[in-house]
């Protein structure tokens, strides 16, 4: 052996030592900086919207800011458009289109002017330089792929990857900033640790896995991590989304959605407590909200149902995004970056423990979703049947031209098999199916190959339609409702979704039909009448002179089921003859039983809606409103007694049916006919504050003190006001002043006031001393003995240019609620009522100079009836009327 080879054995062994001492200290730094893993992680994923400008990476810094998570984990996509302009440099270099470097410059310029915009000296300097490196090193590619007019498929991951590079760096030197300045200002010094940014290319590994497709190698890929990690230990990293690298160590992508993708990849490398993709949308709809105005944002997604949606078309993820994060039951988040108000859709394993009245509560279809420009291929022919390997024929031949097959419908009898492909693949599927089958086709075995094209496929989907029955019939009923055909189905034993193929010109309306069923419903609707007296009698008798009216206009279908009393109920299986319900009430009533009536009025299973209409006074019926909102009755009322009662009984009631499918209204608990309760929930929901709310709201009250005039006692005026029918038997019941408070306490609730009845401090007018009597006409005839305070009152009243009035009052600013007898000035509108009428002044944010008035007449069982019967139009009109 030579000396020369000597020597350069004793360097390659010197290099050797020190790589492997090298390799020590490296293993060692490992060892004492542990990547932590688990809850104290979250992970954010921003698309490339939400860092397309300046003010908008901003916004993104603030949000990780304000993320109180111990850990974070940030993945960035490029700003919007520079994937697109990347893709397109490799496009033009590879078409020798000179132009590309004028577009490469282009993209330098996008990069500098934000990163001006965004950072300081220090940064700026460091990210430039990166920026104009990489910038030379992209021209130098572009212009090998230029001279070769080709570009392989390394070199474009390679090219199109840079706008995650650039985006990560400006941001994370954007959040070091932000988290420098923020902990300066809060705790005077900074001793946490630095925000780093992470080129993913040096810790995803991924495999390719087919076309368009790539499988992360998750143990490799965790033991990089940890190497990088010990490197740069921080709390708070941002990654660069979309990009990886091969086994090999050569860059790729993770190809469509990628960033997605990338996100969840890591939320499973880190186990993070939770993953939260940044969109532009407030979460996952029911349905497309441009085709279906009526969708919904869903609280929450099984990983199946998010899977089966978005496979299906929907805006939701891509489907392999959600497989990494569901082996640690990681949640994901989608959030809109532009609301932040907007609680978006979590993700997540669905509870098998969940409550049955969570159960009831929650549509079995969570959403729907549609694919368009697709065909259905039909192989038919009666030699199909029973011969082993046709369909496997029928597949391989469609796998050989690279198409798509989308959903497979076949029947038992073996004798068609029809399958969806897109449109654009289906001239290349029927002629390859026609080669291979040529000998079959020409000998009769296989009749035809059929193409039906311009089709649709309709997706519904939700977990819980296994254990539901009758979803696809309810499904099957809309479509035939709106005269739409079905030309294929499909359903798999999971039962997660059931799949239609209906013509493409029908796919939005048949979208429209099935989720107005399932979320909408008809306007056919079962009724249940309580309390037929005074009030539930006038409302029979108005529903009986409507009733014709309103179904051939309005195609509103209202059949009542029920009527029960305190002793005897009616009942029917289709509909009780309004024009003679009394008469049946005597020949065919039964002992009342309140379970068996509910039961017969709401299990009508041809009656998709039910509603309960509870025309008494009585607390006892209140007391079941909750149970039956729980089982998805509708609830109209002029009870009193709930929206007043216990707060805590309140709050569940209205926390129940706010979650539920159900709809709960009480115009009539107030101003009875008058629309005091929908003006109220106007002005709330269309953004105003209430200040003041101010009324008489007693028709009682309003004519005893319009008529309290000149030299009349008041116990005169009282006794006539019985006469007329205007009190109740016992007038103390009215001028006590506790209707009154309970419709205060009403108002105060829906303005927001969480208030007890006893809250209200109440001016009584029964006198002291006869609050005990025995019956109401002891005490009418000791109230003489008490006119004199009263007359005193309207003298002192009249001396000042006033007249009294008996009132409620809501003070929302100061939260609280008063009801006593006030003294108004003749020319307030107070003073100008006549009769029974009741008068409600809304002082407002919009109307503080002049309120909003509702007056009107606020009592008798005509206008009574009419509210409730107003009610009832308003739910038939939400549950799919015309208007």
Known sequence: MDSSCQGTIRKLSTFQICASVADVVRETSIEKVQLPKGETWSVHKFGGTCVGSSDRIRNVAEIIQNDDSERKLVVVSAMSKVTDMMYDLIDKAQSRDDSYVAALDAVLEKHRLTALDLLQVDDLANFLSRLHHDIDNLKAMLHAIYIAGHATESFTDFVVGHGELWSAQILASLVRKVVLCFVAIDFGEYNGTDCNWMDAREVLIVSPAGSNHVDPDYLESEKRLEKWFSQNPSRTIIATGFIASTPQNIPTTLKRDGSDFSAAIMGTLFRARQVTIWTDVDGVYSADPRKVSEAVVLKTLSYQEAWEMSYFGANVLHPRT?????????????????????????????????????????????????IDHLALVNVEGTGMAGVPGTASAI????????????????????????????????????????????????????????????????????????????????????????????????????????????????????????????????????????????????????????????????????????????????????????????????EKGEVADMEEFVRNVHENHFIPNTVLVDCTSDSSIASHYCNWLRRGIHLITPNKKANSGPLDQYLRLRA??????????????????????????????????????????????????????????????????????????????????????????????????????????????????????????????????????????????????????????????????TVELGRYKKDHPFAQLSGSDNIIAFTTERYKQQPLIVRGPGAGAQVTAGGIFSDILRLASYLGAPS
């Open 322 to 370: 959600i497989i990494p994060v569901m082996q640690y039951e990681i949640p994901i988040v989608i959030r809109n970056i532009f609301n932040l108000s907007a609680p978006g859709t979590m993700i997540c394993r669905s509870s098998v423990n969940e409550l049955e009245e969570g159960q009831r509560l929650e549509s079995s279809v969570k959403g729907f979703a549609t």
């Open 395 to 586: 597949f391989a031949a469609v796998k050989d031209v690279g198409a798509n097959v989308i959903m497979i419908s076949q029947a038992s009898s073996e004798h068609s098999v029809c399958f969806a492909v897109p449109e654009k693949e289906v001239g290349a599927v029927a002629k390859a199916l026609e080669s291979r089958f040529r000998q079959a086709l020409d000998a009769g075995r296989l009749s035809q190959v059929a193409v039906i094209p311009n089709c649709s496929i309709l997706a519904a989907v939700g977990q819980k339609m296994a254990s539901t029955p009758g979803v696809s019939a309810t499904l099957f009923n809309a479509l035939a409702k709106a005269n739409i055909n079905v030309r294929a189905i499909a359903q798999g034993c999971s039962e997660y979704n059931i799949t239609l193929v209906v013509k493409g010109e029908d796919c939005v309306r048949a979208l429209r039909a099935v989720h107005s069923r399932f979320y909408l419903s008809r306007t056919t609707i079962a009724m249940g009448i309580i309390g037929p007296g005074l009030i539930g009698s006038t409302l029979l008798d108005q529903l009986r002179d409507q009733a014709a009216a309103l179904k051939e206009k309005f195609k509103i279908d209202l059949r009542v089921m029920g009527i029960t009393g305190s002793k005897t109920m009616l009942l029917s299986d289709t509909s009780i003859d309004l024009t003679k319900w009394r008469e049946l009430q005597k």
């Open 656 to 817: 129940l049916q706010r979650k539920s499918y159900t709809h709960y209204f009480y115009e009539a608990t107030v101003g009875a006919g008058l629309p005091i309760i929908t003006t109220l929930q106007g002005l709330l929901e269309t953004g105003d504050k209430i200040l003041r709310i101010e009324g008489i709201f007693s028709g009682t009250l309003s004519y005893i003190f319009n008529n309290f005039i000149g030299t009349r006692a008041f116990s005169e005026v009282v006794v006539e006001a019985k006469k007329a029918g205007y009190t109740e038997p016992d007038p103390r019941d009215d001028l006590s002043g506790t209707d009154v408070a309970r419709k205060v306490i009403i108002l105060a609730r829906e303005s927001g006031l969480k208030l007890e009845l006893s809250d209200i401090p109440v001016q009584s007018l029964v006198p002291e001393p006869l609050r005990g009597c025995a019956s109401a006409e002891e005490y009418l005839q000791q109230l003489p003995q008490y006119d004199h305070d009263m007359s005193k009152k309207r003298q002192d009243a009249k001396d000042q240019g006033e007249v009294l009035r008996y009132v409620g009052v809501v003070d929302v600013a100061n939260k609280k609620g």
